[in-house]
């Protein structure tokens, strides 16, 4: 019960943080519906209105992708920056509980942008999303934006031990859209990617969203999706408590 | 009665890395063998000179740092396996302004390391409330930290460290960039802390801030413990004898300590009471002009040497 209670309101609190610049918040806003506009252009040429609800749910799924690989992966970072990592670090709470409630506030602002991205394909260029199963779509979005948000945790507990490995979290940005087949159907990667892709939670999120609105079964994907999901944060979790024993021991780079 | 803090031989080291394309490490020996002891209730200092490795021994003793070897124990915990136990026990506060949430409130940062620190629910509110109170910042905590001078994020600092209300409290240099007015109140805080019964560790460059809160104190250079006791007793040391260093050049260590331990030295040897140390510097072995002698020389002078130091340079035919 005080666990919960931790979490929400430190989550609330994170929250606060992430909301607070107008110029942050303003690329939040913007820079995922620019994306969306981008590959919706691309695949209008066609006229081929099925090719523009693909695209359509891709360009939601990527919106969070964007605004989230990279501000999650420097989420240590961050607190590093400020001097709190030590702080947190000397608390008596393990240290992925203190990460987690701001991966979900991170995951917060991403639902936001799948929302925005929405109505901005539907208001833009009438992509009514024919959604067949509506409860099944809304949960591949939460679990889409829930994975992201774990993928960046995994990726930022690395920090703790490697300064500069926020970088990879800013270099897998693009990537990420083409191995999470956003926007690109899978089918058109080299067969070597294929694993990645796999492993990546988001792809199964995207494909769950997207076999929800074509009235298909999710179940599978999204069986699939809410078993990476976890492992990435059991993962970062163990990680966490590894790389921190380690950056104690060698103290390179120090946790200040 | 166990002792509210314990350092045995503590040592740690550090390997720094350096160049870009040739990396090489290097060990540095931080602390070197540091053991010291503090009773509940007590404030002790530990006074020292940049880079005497006053962090680094608090870093240990508050879990942030594994020991290379020695132990310390905090109220009876292992700081190395009982992490948990002792990590609820102590507060931790550092000088300088940087360890806070700048985008929240002062008030929603204390909210937060309460959460982290576990203070139940039911009493954070007075808690939060009683520790504004005692720290002057009762009216200004729904401002962003961004807007606070360097004085109320100290103060803010102190009510973060204080919020779980731990036995054992670690100050790493508090008084650092605070006027002295604020200095002197946070003095006032730290003196009353002890009042209340809790065990201070505090670590600052001013004899005169040592002087004046600590019960005892322990000078630290260069890694190791070179004197400790009351206040009054360290006084009495320094004024009792002569420091004399003598720096050397193009000998090696033997040669000097076989040459500190001589018959002739003996009588300065043994009047310099605090510290007589003997040196060579083989990284120089060409004499150094006179005016970067005299700046090196400069830099030895550290805290806890006399009021009557005197330096000389032996030339090295003389030995
Ligand atoms: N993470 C680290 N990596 C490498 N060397 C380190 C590290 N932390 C400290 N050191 C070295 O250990 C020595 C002691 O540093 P420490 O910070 O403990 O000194 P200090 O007494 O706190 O000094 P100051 O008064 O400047 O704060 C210094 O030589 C410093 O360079
Ligand atoms: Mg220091």
């Known amino acids: ?256 | 009665m166990t002792l509210a803090v314990e350092a045995i031989d503590l040592r740690r080291t550090f390997t720094s890395r350096s160049g870009t394309f040739r990396r090489t490490r290097k060990d540095v020996e931080a602390v070197k063998g540091v053991s010291f002891e503090i009773a509940p209730g007590e404030l002790f200092g530990l006074l020292g000179p940049n880079g005497a490795g006053k962090t680094t021994t608090i870093k240990m003793l508050i879990t942030l740092l594994i020991p290379t070897s020695g132990r310390a124990n905090v109220l009876g915990h292992d700081v190395v396996h009982d992490v948990r136990e002792v990590r609820r026990r102590i507060g931790y506060v550092f000088g300088g302004d940087r360890g806070l949430y700048e985008r929240l409130s002062g008030l929603d940062n204390l909210r937060y390391f309460s959460e982290l620190y576990g203070v139940p629910p039911r009493e954070q509110k007075k808690r939060i409330g009683e520790l504004l109170e005692l720290v002057g910042l009762t009216g200004r905590e729904g401002e962003r930290v961004e807007g606070y001078s360097r004085g109320m994020r100290q103060r803010l600092h102190i009510a973060r460290g204080l919020l779980h209300d731990p036995d054992v409290f670690f100050l790493d240099e508090p008084s650092i960039g605070i006027d002295p007015v604020g200095a002197r109140e946070l003095r006032a805080t730290i003196a009353g802390l002890r009042e209340q019964g809790k065990t201070v560790l505090l670590t600052t460059h001013y004899m005169f801030e040592a002087d004046e809160l600590c019960d005892r104190i322990a000078v630290i250079r260069s890694g190791e413990i070179v004197a400790e006791g009351t206040p009054a007793e360290l006084k009495g040391l320094v004024s009792a004898g002569r420091v004399l260093e003598v720096e050397t050049y193009g000998i090696g260590d033997e040669a000097v300590a076989a040459r500190a331990q001589s018959a002739a030295y003996a009588p300065s040897w043994s009047r310099s009471a605090a510290s007589c140390r003997c040196w060579s510097s083989r990284a120089s072995p060409a004499p150094r002009s006179p005016s970067r002698c005299w700046r090196s020389w400069g830099r030895r002078v550290s805290v806890g040497s006399a009021t009557a130091t005197r330096r000389w340079r032996t030339p090295m035919s003389s030995w």
């Open chain 1, 1 to 256: 019960m005080t666990r919960l209670r931790q979490l929400v309101v430190c989550f609330w609190l994170q929250f606060k943080i992430l909301l607070f610049s107008p110029f942050e918040g303003f690329s939040a806003v913007v820079f995922p519906l620019m994306f969306a506009t981008a590959a919706l252009l691309v695949y209008r040429v066609n006229g081929d209105p099925e090719a523009m609800l693909y695209a359509g749910i891709g360009a939601a799924a990527m919106g969070i992708w964007t605004s989230q690989t990279v501000s999650a992966t420097t989420l240590v970072q961050r607190e590093r920056r400020a001097g709190t990592l030590e702080l947190v670090v000397a608390a008596p709470t393990p240290f992925s509980l203190v990460l987690l409630p701001i991966t979900c506030a991170m995951a917060t602002i991403g639902l936001y942008s799948v929302l925005a991205t929405i109505l901005w394909d539907w208001w833009l260029f009438d992509i009514a999303l024919h959604i067949e199963n509506w409860p099944v779509f809304v949960l591949s979005i939460l679990m889409a934006t829930v994975t992201i948000a774990l993928f960046g945790f995994l990726l930022s507990v690395s920090a703790v031990r490697y300064r500069t490995s926020w970088a990879l979290g800013a270099a897998l940005e693009y990537p990420g859209w083409l191995l999470c087949g956003f926007v690109v159907p899978l089918d058109l990667l080299p067969d070597v990617l294929r694993p990645i892709s796999r492993a990546l939670a988001p792809t199964w999120a995207v494909e769950g969203m997207r076999a929800a609105a074509a009235g298909k079964s999710a179940r599978g994907d999204l069986a699939i999706c809410g078993a990476v999901g976890p492992a990435y944060a059991a993962l970062a979790g163990w990680l966490g408590v590894r790389l921190i024993n380690a950056a104690r021991r060698d103290a390179t780079p120090a946790l200040s």
